[in-house]
């Protein structure tokens, strides 16, 4: 799947890191989810060239991501979304691995805005918090609650994954694609990795409600995801979750995608082993 993308990624124009960060950064947006199967992206990418610059670095368009939540021990960034607070936040460190490099991030939902603060650190710590994370998060924490004491929060879950990067080429919107995803419960020992298999996630990032992207999904009958805060997903997945109604339409949403995958797959085998059948069939003729 990933050359089948690559391929079709070959007919973009491309732009820059620093070019991105100059023009569509983004800490502050409006975020608009999509889930998709690998067909409808493959069908989706061909429609966005037109509007959309790939983001390259050093000769590569696909990068792969690692990210580590963290969360307080009764889940409480969790059940903020679960329970539908209209401030919600989310605490991770990222590290970009083709790149080497790591972020420890906080991102705050107020309504329909996010907003994202973060920083670098070294790449070696990646996935557990420091003190300089703690006074980092405490900081930022008190400032938006208005001085209220922050959680202890410690890693919760770990998220591997590759991704795409598209910007509009007038700027107004950015797009992060996902697949390739993997989960993993950090809190318990003997836990397997829950393997998203043929999920796609896009992502709009802009400062409009309505966008490009939005447009290009309607003439394939795609709809936003209602309620689709990916660590919550994952949380829910590694069987964490005590309530997860917010959740349901969503998983409803992926657990299609996952079945259709399986049934390409009994399809593809029932095809080949047709083809083997035929091909044995010619010989005994000949």
């Keep these: 799947m990933k050359s089948n993308y690559n391929n079709k990624l070959q007919s973009f124009s491309t732009l820059s890191l620093t070019e991105l960060n100059a023009k569509a950064s983004y800490l502050k947006r409006i975020d608009t989810k999509f889930l998709l199967n690998g067909k409808q992206f493959a069908d989706v990418l061909s429609d966005l060239k037109n509007d959309f610059q790939v983001l390259e670095i050093k000769g590569k368009k696909i990068f792969s991501y690692d990210n580590v939540y963290m969360d307080s021990e009764d889940y409480m960034f969790y059940n903020q979304h679960q329970n539908r607070e209209k401030t919600r ?5 990222r590290y970009y691995v083709d790149s080497n490099l790591a972020f420890f991030e906080f991102k705050q939902k107020n309504n329909w805005i996010t907003s994202k603060y973060r920083y670098e650190f070294p790449a070696e710590e990646h996935g557990f918090m420091t003190k300089g994370k ?3 998060f405490e900081w930022v924490w008190q400032s938006t609650y208005e ?7 410690t890693p919760s879950i770990k998220t591997t994954y590759k991704r795409i990067t598209l910007v509009s080429k007038d700027a107004s919107e950015r797009l992060t694609i996902d697949f390739d995803i993997k989960t993993l419960d950090l809190r318990w020992d003997n836990t397997s990795e829950v393997n998203l298999k043929n999920l796609v ?9 309505w966008c490009k992207s939005c447009e290009i999904m309607k003439t394939h009958n795609i709809q936003k995801s209602k309620s689709c805060s990916k660590y919550s997903l994952w ?5 964490l979750a005590k309530r997860y109604d917010t959740f349901k ?4 949403e992926i657990k ?3 079945m259709d995958t399986l049934k390409n797959r009994t399809r593809d085998k029932s095809s080949f082993a047709q083809k083997q059948i035929n091909k044995k069939e010619v010989i005994t003729v000949k």
């Design 235 to 239: 949380v829910v997945y590694s069987w």
């Design 201 to 209: 996630i896009i992502e709009s990032k802009t400062l409009k409600k």
């Design 256 to 258: 299609s995608i996952r």
């Design 134 to 136: 703690k006074r980092f």
């Design 147 to 153: 001085g209220a004491k922050a959680p202890k929060i």
């Design 89 to 93: 936040t989310k605490i991770r460190t």
């Design 249 to 252: 339409e969503t998983m409803e």
